[in-house]
């Protein structure tokens, strides 16, 4: 397809074709993206213009959907700063935000959040440019709907090895769409500036308590922990620390995630964040007799075997 100049042809089609035809063109060269060494040909400024400046603007879903897939590829490439300082102007990223803001569809939300997150792993000015939109609003709002539509049934125990409620495909937000939020939420947290502006939203602390103390699926509740785990931000655990009903949430979560191994280890690094929080700050009583009552679920459960070794010393020092 290369040598026969396809990448040559698209420019036009992208003007002037119907949105099937721009969809399919866009895709192929979403397909060609996937080689390394073609990735040349698509990065020429006709190409970024017939992209980025035509097909980002139709109104269809499905095309819609392989220009962000094939920007989300282009942009790791060593080569793509051009496509990067396009994709982070203002008008671009308005774009984008009217995009996720309107559409029920689930693959291009999940594909705007996959280029989202592409971007913010170039470095610090896209993160600081991405939070500068009203990204965060939208993904917290999808968060918030998408742990509504895929709460878990009230479960004990070795019950929450048990498959999650099933979701017909239409319904929007899909499961993969709050997945989707979690992969961008965490390549901005990487950045020490995202990972502060993270701990001051208001909105985004409401979600990721929301979602511990809910009815939310374990891999949701499970992401939710480890981000607030990485953030260090006292407003996520100030409730903990002051309320008792959330603080038996979250002790009842690390009882229950305890046969998972990855979200049983992101609660219980949460629990022992919570614990260093506490050791700094006044703790109610009955919050303290929580803690007791708590304590002694871990002791008879799985979890304190399998990650009492490496947290509970700390969780039992600093409480």
């Not at 990448?7 to 074709?17: N, S, T, V, W």
């Not at 993969?176 to 001051?200: M, T």
């Not at 409730?239 to 002790?251: H, K, N, S, V």
Request: aromatic share 6%.
């Amino acid at each position: 397809m290369s040598e026969n100049h396809i990448c040559d042809m698209l420019p036009y089609i992208m003007e002037h074709g119907t949105d099937r035809l721009v969809e399919i063109s866009t895709g192929i060269l979403g397909n060609l993206a996937c080689h390394d060494v073609l990735i040349p040909q698509l990065l020429t400024a006709a190409l970024r213009q017939a992209i980025l400046g035509q097909a980002l603007w139709r109104d269809d879903p499905a095309c819609l959907t392989e220009v962000l897939r094939l920007s989300g590829s282009l942009v790791q490439a060593s080569a793509a700063q051009e496509w990067v300082q396009e994709l982070l102007q203002s008008k671009t990223l308005e774009r984008m935000v009217w995009i996720m803001d309107n559409t029920l569809n689930n693959s291009l939300f999940e594909r705007a959040c996959y280029l989202l997150a592409r971007l913010a792993s170039t470095g610090a000015d896209a993160v600081s440019t991405i939070i500068g939109q009203p990204f965060l609003r939208i993904l917290c709002t999808s968060l918030q709907q998408s742990a509504q539509l895929t709460a878990e049934p009230e479960r004990h125990g070795s019950e929450w090895d048990s498959p999650s409620r099933a979701i017909d495909d239409d319904v929007f937000p899909g499961p993969q769409a709050a997945q989707a939020v979690f992969d961008v939420l965490e390549a901005l947290a990487e950045d020490p500036g995202g990972g502060a502006a993270l701990g001051r939203d208001e909105q985004l602390i409401e979600s990721m308590l929301s979602l511990l103390q809910g009815p939310a699926s374990l891999s949701l509740r499970g992401r939710a922990a480890a981000l607030i785990a990485e953030l260090n931000a006292e407003a996520f655990y100030r409730p903990f620390a002051q309320d008792a009903g959330a603080m038996e949430q979250l002790l009842c979560l690390v009882v229950m995630s305890s046969s998972d191994e990855d979200y049983g280890e992101a609660c219980w690094a949460l629990l022992a964040a919570v614990s260093r929080f506490m050791h700094t700050a006044e703790t109610p009583w009955q919050v303290l007799c929580e803690i007791a009552k708590g304590a002694e679920k871990l002791a008879d459960s799985n979890s304190y075997l399998a990650w009492g070794s490496r947290a509970d010393n700390e969780y039992a020092e600093n409480s």
